[in-house]
């Protein structure tokens, strides 16, 4: 089969041919109809000091997918052939204590799908049943296909109540924009959403975002102000990753403010202790999305209106994958989906 392998300790991607996976008899082969490029995808393409010391070489890569169950392993019974699915990206050990309780999402062991196990930008991928999510009727392939990073919205805004909310959101790229949205279902008063890239705001406002602010022009402290607002943000949700960012959200938090950190740092961060000690704040990291809360969460949240149609902005021939990554280097783009039929 065709797939887009980390072939070589370098730069780029090798569009290959690979065995097709076999499965056991608790695991699913699934034929791959589209997948969606992820920030960790572009970390691997670029070849970063975070891709060199985790991917084991070669791997074929990707983690976000939708696709048609082809076969199924003999104990698998509750999902059929041609069953529409997605894959949880978290492969997870089931056995320490925090996934018999049931936080999977806590895992003290937890491997990745197309990070240090073979990935989804391929024909066919092989998983286990119970990494599968069946998708109900009327969700539309396309966002079919991004639940994994709609999933780290979806976790990361809901971490916290926001009925009647001020949320503020650190970073515009695809998971800001699916998080601003997400908040204005949740029934959030303002949504104010930075980023340096006027493109990715514009991106936001259409999402739903009801403020954005290019921190390069302006300060979250005077739009709080424009807004009326005297106490600051009453819930952070940091998606950028960035030192700045993380600082912006500590100054404008009212006290007992709640923050959910998803962004990644490149380095250490410094921040202001006292202002997190004195001012009350809670900070929560998420790591991925919780099983399979979140899931059902996102399919809700669509049947009962939420659109994310316009954070997918490109979608190429798989053959064409170089041109996404380009774009996602650029950062010109929402998110860009490879399709595979
Ligand atoms: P992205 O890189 O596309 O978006 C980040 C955005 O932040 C960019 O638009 C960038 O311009 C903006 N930004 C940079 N500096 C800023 C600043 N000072 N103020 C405001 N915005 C700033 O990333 P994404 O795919 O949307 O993912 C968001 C973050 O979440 C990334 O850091 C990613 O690595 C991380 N992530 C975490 C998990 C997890 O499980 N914890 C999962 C997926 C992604
Ligand atoms: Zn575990």
């Excluded at 809901?158 to 949205?181: H, K, N, Q, R, Y």
């Excluded at 998606?239 to 962004?263: E, Q, R, Y």
């Excluded at 009962?304 to 996404?324: A, C, R, V, W």
């Amino acid at each position: 089969m065709k797939a887009l392998v980390k072939a070589t300790a370098a730069p780029g991607l090798t569009l290959t041919d690979v065995p097709e996976p076999t499965i056991g008899d608790r695991d699913v082969l699934i034929k791959v109809d589209r997948t969606g490029i992820c920030g960790t995808d572009l970390h691997i393409y670029n070849w970063d000091a975070w891709a060199q010391k985790t991917i084991p070489v070669p791997l074929v890569v990707g983690h976000e997918f939708v696709g048609e169950i082809v076969a199924i392993g003999e104990r698998v019974d509750y999902l059929k052939e041609g069953d529409l699915v997605s894959g949880e990206g978290h492969l997870i050990c089931g056995r320490c204590r925090n996934c018999l309780a049931g936080r999977r999402h806590l895992c003290k062991d937890t491997a990745g799908v197309g990070v240090n196990h073979p990935g989804a930008f391929a024909e066919f991928i092989a998983l286990p049943a119970t990494n599968v999510w069946k998708h109900a009727a009327g969700i539309s392939r396309d966002i079919a296909s991004i639940f994994d990073p709609f999933g780290n919205a979806t976790h990361t805004a809901l971490s916290f109540p926001l009925l009647g909310e001020d949320v503020l959101i650190t970073g515009a790229g695809p998971i800001g924009c699916m998080a601003a949205a997400i908040a204005v279902h949740a029934g959030a008063r303002h949504v104010v959403i930075t980023d340096l890239n006027d493109q990715r705001l514009d991106l936001a406002t259409e999402m739903g975002a009801t403020r954005t602010v290019n921190v390069t022009r302006e300060k979250v402290e005077n739009v709080q102000k424009q807004l009326g607002m005297t106490e600051g943000f009453d819930v952070g949700l940091e998606m950028s990753g960035n030192k700045t960012a993380f600082n912006d959200l500590i100054n404008n938090m009212s006290h007992g403010g709640k923050i959910a950190l998803l962004g990644i740092p490149e380095n250490d961060v410094a921040i202001d202790w006292n202002k997190v000690v004195f001012n009350g704040l809670h900070i929560k990291g998420i790591y991925g999305r919780e099983m399979y809360e979140t899931w059902y969460q996102m399919t809700t949240m669509l049947q009962s209106g939420l659109n994310l149609d316009p954070i997918i902005t490109h979608s190429f021939p798989y053959q064409e994958f170089e041109k996404g990554f380009e774009l996602m280097n650029e950062g010109s783009c929402g998110k860009v989906l490879l399709n595979w039929a």
